[in-house]
């Protein structure tokens, strides 16, 4: 009977491979992974990692859960909790906040016991970005929207941001539905591409300006709490903050974030957030739409909005700027509501800064 054989590590297999990678083979690797969580991790392998983590490009922030400006987290928002009906309530309470566990207990790998991100103990993703010199485009991710609806009711805005409001559009719909299999929708007697006298008379025209102003104030809420993250990024050429439940986008391109640094912000009365300008809206509306899917909403709305500062020197090509940001804003089958929208009348309003 023979012995058992031995099994001994052979010591040429014992060579880390990631060792014989290029650092900017690495950093591409690192680049792809994006999530701040996954980095952190990664930061936490070796002093090589530690360094090549703060060189990243590409960074993802997703927020858990906000707590109230005084900081106090007992009073922090959860994901279970209900979502709160009135926007101004949930404003007192955009403070943002993170977990990022493998930050927190990271210890620095030359030895000196020190946390490697000392100041994560604020829990703040601006805090944790400071940690990343070389950032180029970063998203951010909200737990949930800011504008409360009701069940079945669609909202979706988009906004793009200098050091002021630049472009907004606002899609939506006072119910979303599935189409009945087979079924054929007749349009309304009074889907002349006119307004509905109803509009007027229902409430309907109330409800799509609380909609506008709802969703001007989130988003200039959002842009104002972006300040100090951009402040602290010379880098950034791209910037995009958005919610989990797809509701709002801002995002700031090179152009817009250059600009956002070379310009004094206006910020409101209240302090919270960017004072929105004096602005021209083009509003357009379908009692009923089909989209893709076998998907059906009802008094779809559009509505496009734009500085009106900037209306006496927007030529043809500023206009075709804008008519691309807006049929870009969605995807999907809400894509193809804006484009249907587009082609609908327009009704020209106008609003003061507020």
Request: proline fraction near 5%; include cysteine; charge should be positive.
């Amino acid at each position: 009977m023979h012995p058992k054989a031995r099994i001994h590590a052979d010591p040429v297999l014992e060579v880390d491979q990631f060792d014989c990678l290029p650092d900017s083979l690495v950093l591409l690797i690192l680049n792809k992974v994006e999530d701040v969580r996954s980095l952190g991790r990664c930061s936490a392998v070796s002093k090589r990692f530690c360094g090549l983590v703060s060189l990243v490009h590409d960074v993802y922030v997703k927020i858990d859960r906000v707590v109230g400006v005084d900081g106090d987290a007992e009073d922090a928002l959860n994901l279970s909790s209900p979502k709160p009906r009135n926007i101004f309530s949930h404003f007192l309470k955009l403070m943002l906040f993170t977990i990022i566990k493998p930050f927190h207990n990271m210890r620095n790998p030359n030895g000196n016991g020190r946390p490697l991100f000392a100041q994560l103990s604020q829990h703040s993703p601006a805090q944790v970005l400071r940690n990343f010199t070389h950032i180029r485009n970063l998203r951010v991710e909200l737990p949930s929207g800011d504008v409360g609806t009701e069940e079945g009711v669609l909202l979706k805005w988009r906004a793009e941001y200098g050091s002021t409001l630049q472009n907004c559009v606002i899609l939506g719909g006072t119910r979303v539905d599935r189409r009945p299999v087979g079924g054929e929708h007749e349009p309304s007697l009074e889907d002349n591409g006119s307004m509905p006298e109803s509009f007027y008379t229902n409430g309907g025209l109330k409800l799509r300006v609380v909609w506008t102003i709802s969703s001007l104030i989130a988003a200039s809420t959002r842009h104002y709490l972006l300040r100090s993250i951009i402040k602290d990024h010379p880098t950034l050429t791209s910037l995009v903050l958005t919610d989990a439940d797809g509701q709002g986008t801002l995002c700031m391109g090179a152009e817009q974030l250059k600009e956002f640094r070379e310009n004094q912000l206006s910020a409101s009365a209240c302090s919270n957030r960017t004072q929105v300008p004096a602005c021209n809206m083009k509003l357009k509306y379908s009692p009923y739409l089909e989209l893709p899917g076998g998907m059906a909403l009802q008094g779809a709305t559009l509505v496009a909005i734009k500085p009106s500062t900037e209306g006496s020197n927007g030529g043809h090509t500023s206009r075709k700027e804008t008519d691309a940001f807006i049929s870009g804003a969605f995807d999907g089958p809400f894509k193809v509501a804006v484009k249907a929208l587009m082609k609908r009348r327009t009704y020209l309003l106008e609003m003061n800064g507020f």
